[in-house]
């Protein structure tokens, strides 16, 4: 699709939640609705249409390619993403579930449930994507660092005395001879074997029967297994649940929709470089061109501020402190006269916390004196 379908998207988009703001906060406070079911209504009217709104904003970030254009879209859906959370916990809270029937309001709004599904932003593994491979990268490198090879430990060799090596060879015996022993006995089930097979053999027209009538169990319930299933999947698509096997190979239009797509993101990418690479460009260009006269203009504004002051109040007032915002006052549209008062008040009001503070030192001193004279009359008295 042109930049003129996502630029209408979002443009509509807009529109419709322009609505909603209108709806959801009206000139004059509507009375708060008693009724549990209209309430949970509007609540579930305004949950899908932010669902609806989410959707088109969503689709319009993910293929707009214009940098200034993707960050207005980007704050407004945070904006919508938050508010949908807030409608669904306020549901959960009016009916204490997390699912909720609204299959009317669908039908009022002639929609289908597909279109109040939330997906997942695509811009979640989009514009994560380095960070992601980073960390695996980061893993991997760890996982290779620790990697130990276990290394055998040695195995002594110790001497044997007489009765221990009788022992070992006396296993090692019983085992050859129960070797011998369990071929001997395999060649006697083969023998066995052998034999019955061969007797079965002479079972004749008998068996062969049993064979056929085996054979076409198998056979003919294989065929209706696979007559049922072809049975099944016409009344499926005669009835609408599924799709013709011609229409699920993959259609050149949309080939041609999802190329276009990824091919809208990698100049989403280009041009965001672009647009970082000129905010440096122009900011620097600022810099050389216009900031001496920018500097000057402010040294003059500085200048006339405390002349201005000067002739307001007959002496030249201190330099803001950085604290109070230096500079900035100056440059605020305020008289010289409003700049001093206020930097005066703010001294008076200082002045009063310090004085507060040494009162309340003086009347602590005061108090601990006190108690002390208190504690040498109770041990005079004692004595």
């Known amino acids: 699709m042109s930049h003129s379908t996502y ?9 419709e939640l322009n609505s909603l703001l209108t709806q959801e906060f009206p000139a004059q406070p509507p009375r708060p609705e008693k009724d549990r079911v209209v309430f949970f209504q509007r609540l579930a009217t305004l949950y899908v249409r932010y669902v609806q709104i989410f ?25 919508v993403m938050g508010r949908v959370l807030e409608l669904k916990n306020e549901m959960v809270e009016k009916e ?13 709004l002639k929609l289908t449930p597909e279109d109040i599904e939330i997906p997942i932003p695509r811009y979640f593994l989009s514009e994560r994507s380095k960070v992601l491979q980073e960390r695996r990268n980061m893993l991997s490198n760890i996982l290779n660092l620790i990697e130990v090879v276990e290394r055998p430990k040695p195995v002594g060799v110790r001497a044997l005395n007489l009765e221990e090596a009788i022992k070992i060879i006396q296993v090692s015996e019983r085992a050859r001879q129960g070797r011998l022993r ?19 053999r002479d079972l004749g027209a008998a068996a062969i029967d049993t064979a056929v009538v085996r054979i076409q169990k198998v056979w003919k319930g294989y065929v209706q297994r696979k007559r049922t299933k072809r049975e099944r999947e016409e009344e499926m698509i005669f009835l609408g649940m599924a799709m013709e096997p011609r229409h699920t190979q993959p259609c050149p239009a949309i080939t041609a929709a999802l190329a276009n797509e990824a091919r809208r993101r990698g100049k989403q990418e280009e041009h965001e470089e672009d647009y970082q690479e000129s905010i440096v460009a122009i900011t620097d260009k600022l810099r050389e061109v216009e900031g001496p006269d920018m ?17 307001a109040t007959g002496t030249f007032p201190d330099y803001p402190e950085e ?5 900035t006052l100056i440059f605020a549209e305020k008289t010289p006269q409003q700049l001093m ?15 507060k503070g040494k009162e309340e030192k003086k009347d602590k001193g005061k108090k601990d004196k006190g108690k002390g004279g208190d504690e040498v009359r109770k041990r005079l008295w004692n004595r």
């Not at 005066?344 to 004085?355: F, G, L, M, V």
Request: glycine share 2%; with cysteine; net charge negative.
């Open 323 to 327: 604290e109070d915002g230096g500079s």
């Open 55 to 79: 959707r088109q904003l969503e689709e319009a970030y993910d293929q707009v390619v214009h940098p200034q254009k993707r960050k207005v879209i980007r704050e407004v859906l945070d904006g």
């Open 96 to 108: 204490f579930s997390e699912y909720h029937y609204m299959d009317d309001v669908i039908q009022d």
């Open 341 to 355: 008062e206020e930097l005066a008040a703010k001294e008076e009001e200082d002045a009063n916390k310090s004085t």
């Open 182 to 200: 369990a071929k001997f006995m395999r060649e006697i089930q083969r023998d066995e074997e052998r034999q019955r097979r061969a007797k079965d």
């Open 7 to 15: 630029n209408k998207l979002w443009a509509d988009a807009q529109v």
């Open 295 to 311: 500097r000057e203009t402010m040294k003059d504004q500085i200048r006339q501020w405390f002349i201005e002051c000067h002739d």
